[in-house]
Every structure is written in structure tokens, then in C-alpha cells.
């Protein structure tokens, strides 16, 4: 049984490019459980807390439920559940989950093929973030789903079917004269920029092409705030702030809050700006909330 070609084909709705990450963002947090306790079940009570956090911090803007992808992951092949009734799951109500004692936990066959080759268990996480998430947030994943990947090996896998053009961070860097685009930074070690990254509007993983109207130059910090909803652009290339986000310091205020409705920085006349379908989909799939009105100048 190929297990990466299992979990590269896990069952998701899906319709537009709209991310359902709930499948595995389950299958994260199982593996990590597994890591630290390749015995142990997962009784839906006393995870629903920690999966319900990974769904609000890195799933889609929408109101969302962890009984979905507990009872739904065992069609896939890769779960399994079982109640105080006996092995199968009640079904994705979540009362009915509570009251029955549901457990799931790996599929015993997984069990067996990840003790039997551990690397297994590496490459399985990997494509589940290669496929579902930016790499901005990879790391901060693995961190919430108490998974230890070793940072050297994080290659993306064959099974990965696109190529990344490793071209995109130089042109959308060029294009946007080395500064970010919500704040100006341009930072520099000698000759070379530092703190500064090529931002994918539309993600990667969910077809956003390695082009210049699907990017942004952002620096580190509002590069991860862009890829986990505290930021966006809209239609006429003004910068949001969702009213999520709360910060009271200083940093915070003029970092993030004072951003609300000023204009991008760039591009440069004859680069293309972002694609208006890029920064759509960006709206409805990774922004959280509603904007804040913008701040007076």
C-alpha cells in the first residue's frame, strides 16, 4: 500500500480553489500523537479543544467543526474510531461524538508501516504541508501539532506534482524595487536584501501560479501575517487589517493596525500589479473577518 499516495489523495470538498484543510490538519496533529505515543487513542473530548485551535488558526475563514474530518478521515483509510458501542464512528454530530466515547487513532495498518519504516511518518507530514499550507507557516504547524520534523529534510516530495519556479522571489523582489510592499522595509546586508520574501497571493498548494501578479515582496514579519489572515489586499490594492486581530503595544499599533486602508508600496511602473482573481481568492479563503476602517493619516 503506497501511504504517500493515500494521504496525497484524501478525500476533500472542494469547489473554486476553496481550501478544506480539515482532513489534515487531523492527520497532522494524529501523526504527531503518534510520534510521542505510537499506542495511544485520541478520545474526541479531550482533543476537540486543540483541533478546533488548529481549524481557527490555519483553516479556512469560515466557522468550522472537528467532528467532520474525525468521522470522515476513516474513509480515507488512514483512521480509524471506535465508541463505547464498539469499533465505528456515531457519525460527524458532535454530541453524539461526545456522549459515545469516540476514539480514533491511526489505521492499524499505517501503525504497522510507520513503526515498521519511521522515515515514513517525516515524508507523510511533509506532503501534507506542501499540499495544504504555505511555507511561511510550516514550521509554527508542526510546533502546534507537536510534530518534530528535522529541518534539513524538508524537500518537497515527488508526490508534490508541480514544480515551484525558483525564478518567482527574484522577479517579485525586482518588481517591487526590494521593499515591502505594506510597510517599505528594504533591508540590506551589503548588496543583498535581507528579511524580505516573495509572497504567493493565491497559495501555492491551491494552484496560485509562480508569477509576478500572484506575488507580493513582503518582509518576514508581514509575510506571515498576509498567510495567516491578520492581513490582505483588496480590489483596489489597499491593505487590510482584519478587526481580529488585537494588539495594544506600540509595535502593534504602527506595525499592523496603522496599515488599515493605506495603498501597496509598488510595483514599480510596467510590473504587473496582483491579479484581481489572485487577490479574490486570498479574501475568500485566508482573510479572517472584516477589515478595519482605515486609519486617518
Known amino acids: 500500500m503506497d501511504w504517500l499516495e493515500r494521504t496525497a489523495k484524501l478525500r476533500q470538498w472542494t469547489r473554486g480553489g476553496t481550501r478544506a484543510p480539515h482532513k489534515p490538519l487531523l492527520l497532522l496533529y494524529a501523526l504527531g500523537r503518534f510520534q510521542r505515543d505510537a499506542d495511544s487513542e485520541l478520545l474526541y473530548s479531550a482533543v476537540e479543544e486543540d483541533l478546533q485551535r488548529l481549524l481557527t488558526e490555519y483553516g479556512p475563514p469560515n466557522r468550522t467543526t472537528p467532528a467532520y474530518p474525525f468521522h470522515h478521515l476513516v474513509s480515507d483509510g488512514v483512521w480509524e474510531v471506535r465508541t463505547d458501542r464498539g469499533h465505528g464512528s456515531p457519525g460527524s454530530g458532535v454530541r453524539d461524538l461526545r456522549e459515545t466515547g469516540a476514539a480514533g487513532r491511526l489505521s492499524p495498518e499505517l501503525r504497522t508501516a510507520l513503526r515498521r519504516e519511521p522515515e515514513l511518518l517525516r515524508r507523510m507530514a511533509q506532503l501534507l504541508l506542501d499540499r495544504h499550507f504555505p511555507p511561511s507557516l510550516h514550521g509554527e504547524l508542526c510546533e502546534a501539532a507537536d510534530l518534530e520534523l528535522e529541518p534539513a529534510k524538508t524537500e518537497q516530495l515527488s508526490t508534490v506534482r508541480r ?44 494552484g496560485g501560479p509562480d508569477d509576478v501578479d500572484n506575488g507580493l515582496c513582503l518582509c518576514t514579519l508581514h509575510h506571515k501575517l498576509f498567510d495567516k489572515g491578520v492581513l490582505g489586499v483588496d480590489n483596489g490594492h489597499r491593505i487590510l487589517v482584519s478587526q481580529r486581530f488585537v494588539g495594544h503595544s506600540p509595535a502593534a499599533r504602527e506595525h499592523v493596525i496603522a496599515l488599515a486602508g493605506r495603498p501597496l508600496v509598488g510595483p514599480q511602473p510596467g510590473a504587473r500589479p496582483v491579479a484581481a482573481d489572485h487577490l479574490a481568492w486570498h479574501i475568500g479563503q485566508v482573510f479572517h473577518g472584516t477589515p478595519r476602517p482605515a486609519t486617518a493619516a
Do not use: K, S, T
Open 163 to 206: 514544480q515551484r519556479d525558483r525564478r518567482m522571489r527574484e522577479l517579485v523582489l525586482i518588481a517591487y524595487e526590494y521593499q515591502c510592499a505594506f510597510c517599505g522595509y528594504d533591508g540590506r546586508i551589503g548588496a543583498m536584501p535581507v528579511g524580505l520574501e516573495a509572497a504567493h497571493v493565491r497559495w501555492w498548494a491551491f
